[in-house]
């Protein structure tokens, strides 16, 4: 039976498709074998098929495809209509912006591929394509063939690999540092020795030491840098990493030279170019860590688990625990007060009220009743709710705002695009601007260790690799920073665009506002009670309370008031308010409405004092017993204390600002 040329499979003789490619009659047991093989060949990655050696090292080919075909990246691709399918792959081996330049470039260059997005931040590679005309399996392979190992994306599974990354990064950083510290004084004894005398033994034997010393912070500590490279040069392509590794090695291999010639060694040189990259690369995964932290943090605003309810009746008394992602459209879920809404839906039974002010930022709590829309990540505060998912897990507004976040980090602003094509010619660059600084130096007649020690110093400058990594390191600082204080970047090009303002928008509840009420302000109705008695009471039915309202009037503006007595009888009506008895007084504490259903009369210096500051915005809450209203108290949104410095500095750079508010 023949052999295919790309997957070594043997097929039946019916089914050859023949191709000629670079002038070689080649069998292939398929259409997409074929395909494969000629876009591998045309990315110049020919040494793929050369160096693959599965029957040496034991793995055979049904077991790599059983490795690349597995279950989870079938599980973890999903519809996005219009015939297209989407799915996220975490990429192992991204070490740097040309890694992630090389990928999106080679699986944008796959027919059936629409979009390929690669995060640097998480190393997560995002990829629509259209399944008619690619498989999964074939995309897959593809990042295979340039030297990457794609594997199933979760989030804990990234947690877990970033926590060892990490771990193994700072035993790495903390061995260069220490080894290097200890070259430096043995350097320091040289360089004395240069300009003040030494004899040759002595010399010598401090040469050997330093050289001792730097092997293993090379071998050891630069050993990712190494296998990279070494990677990289069986796919015929450099990265950031060669620079390194060729840098350092020259610097170390000239220093052994220089040592059996008498000449100046540079042992230091070579294992402080691996620490400062180390540290710097450590940084970098820290920031990595945080940015992935915010949307671990999003995340966890969803419950992983939900109550949803047997069959499609309400009147179902059968309660199943299962996970959010099992929860498909009209299916009924049951939410309780305090917990997570878990989906967006409508609501078929039940009132409360809800907490969205994690979602829109608004501090006051929505009501909630029959034919109400819920948001994913509110908190229901008061009643048992049931409603009708309307959304699934992918397409909830918190599923959005974390999409949104993630884009903005793999979306890259033109200037990032514009370092990324160069860094595929800069390493190349490098190499031959060195090459041609020892020739220079050659033809004028300096002396052969000159030259070499002078390319060699070409390559030791370039080694910080600044351009392949402060660009997206900016991006990925910044878009962190922002998500830490509440700012959700779109994408990656606003970092560029923000320069260009000429007017700022400011949305008014939690943003030039605190974002949480605060008792403003107590009237009292009432000639025999103070305004101490009034909050006293109050306070006493609100700590029963849920209510963000009723924790303002609870610290009394910061001041914890002490709660009179024992609270009996409490009945909390979702959008009205509460009551109970205190002090052998039925209270009752809500809004107007909740007062006349209640038979509690007004003065008409009360309801005028609370449609005055109804109407400038605030928040009006009626207390009474005994048939009349004793007081009201008025809670409001107060404005940040940084607001007016702000303002100012932003009308100095000569920028406009608006307010928005829905009041």
Request: with cysteine; net charge neutral.
């Amino acid at each position: 039976m023949p052999t295919c040329n790309h997957c070594l499979r043997e097929f039946p003789q019916g089914e050859i498709v023949r191709e000629s490619i670079a002038g070689k009659d080649l069998i292939f047991c398929c259409r997409g074998c074929s395909g494969i093989y000629q876009l591998i060949h045309a990315e110049g990655l020919d040494s793929f098929y050369q160096n693959r050696k599965w029957e040496e090292t034991g793995i055979e080919i049904s077991s790599l495809e059983k490795e690349l075909e597995a279950g989870a990246f079938e599980e973890a691709s999903r519809e996005l209509g219009d015939g297209l399918r989407e799915i996220d792959i975490y990429i192992d081996g991204i070490r740097c912006s040309s890694c992630v330049w090389l990928n999106e470039k080679v699986l944008t260059r796959t027919p059936g591929i629409v979009q390929c997005r690669v995060n640097y931040a998480t190393h997560r590679a995002r990829i629509h394509w259209k399944p008619g005309a690619t498989t999964l399996a074939e995309i897959l392979r593809r990042i295979q063939a340039i030297g990457y190992v794609p594997k199933p994306y979760s989030e804990s599974e990234q947690l877990a690999a970033r926590k060892a990354e990490s771990r193994d990064m700072l035993v790495r950083l903390g061995t260069a540092g220490f080894v290097s510290s200890q070259i430096m004084i043995y350097s320091t004894a040289l360089y004395a020795g240069y300009f003040q005398g030494m004899d040759s033994s002595t010399r010598f034997i401090l040469e050997v030491i330093a050289m001792l010393l730097t092997i293993p912070v090379i071998f050891y500590s630069g050993g990712p840098f190494i296998r990279s490279t070494l990677n990289g040069l069986k796919h015929r392509r450099f990265n950031m990493d060669s620079l390194v590794v060729i840098g350092t090695g020259s610097a170390f291999v000239y220093s052994i030279y220089a040592m059996f010639r008498g000449m100046e060694v540079y042992f230091d040189t070579s294992v402080m170019i691996i620490t400062l990259i180390l540290i710097g690369r450590y940084i970098e995964l820290q920031a990595k860590g945080k940015a992935s932290e915010t949307l671990r943090k999003l995340a966890a605003l969803t419950p992983r688990n939900v109550r949803k309810l047997a069959g499609s009746s309400t009147d179902s008394s059968e309660r199943i625990s299962t996970q959010i992602e099992s929860v498909g459209k009209g299916d009924l879920i049951e939410v309780v007060p305090g917990e997570r809404i878990p989906l967006d839906g409508i609501v078929i039974k039940g009132s409360s009220e809800a907490d969205e002010s994690v979602i829109t930022g608004e501090a006051k709590p929505v009501g909630k009743e029959e034919g109400s829309t819920v948001i994913s990540g509110s908190i229901n505060l008061y009643g048992t709710i049931i409603f009708e998912v309307t959304h699934t897990i992918s397409e909830t507004v918190l599923s959005g705002i974390i999409r949104a976040v993630e884009d903005a980090q793999a979306t890259k602003p033109k200037i990032q695009a514009f370092a990324d094509r160069i860094v595929g010619i800069f390493v190349p660059a490098i190499l031959l601007l060195a090459a041609l600084t020892v020739f220079w130096y050659l033809v004028s007649g300096a002396p052969l260790h000159r030259a070499v020690m002078t390319g060699i110093s070409v390559l030791v400058i370039a080694c910080p690799c600044s351009l392949g990594l402060a660009t997206p390191l900016a991006v990925l600082v910044f878009t962190t920073l922002a998500s830490g204080r509440g700012i959700l970047i779109k994408s990656g090009d606003i970092i560029e665009k923000a320069a260009q303002i000429t007017e700022l928008l400011f949305d008014k509840t939690g943003t030039l506002t605190r974002g949480k009420p605060v008792l403003k302000k107590t009237l009292v109705f009432d000639s025999l009670i103070d305004e101490a008695r009034i909050i006293s009471i109050a306070a006493a039915l609100e700590r029963l309370s849920e209510h963000s309202l009723g924790k303002a009037i609870t610290t009394a503006g910061g001041l914890q008031v002490p709660a009179p007595a024992v609270v009996r009888d409490f009945l909390a009506v979702p959008g009205r308010g509460i009551c109970g008895m205190v002090d052998d007084l039925i209270v009752s504490i809500g809004n107007r409405a909740f007062m006349q259903e209640r038979d509690l009369a007004g003065s008409k210096e009360a309801l005028q004092s609370g449609v005055a500051f109804e109407s400038a915005g605030d928040t009006v809450v009626y207390i009474g017993w005994d048939g009349l209203v004793r007081g009201l108290m008025v809670v409001s949104d107060v404005m940040r204390d940084e607001v007016p410095a702000v303002v100012n500095a932003i009308r100095k750079d000569g920028i406009g600002i608006t307010m928005i508010s829905g009041d």
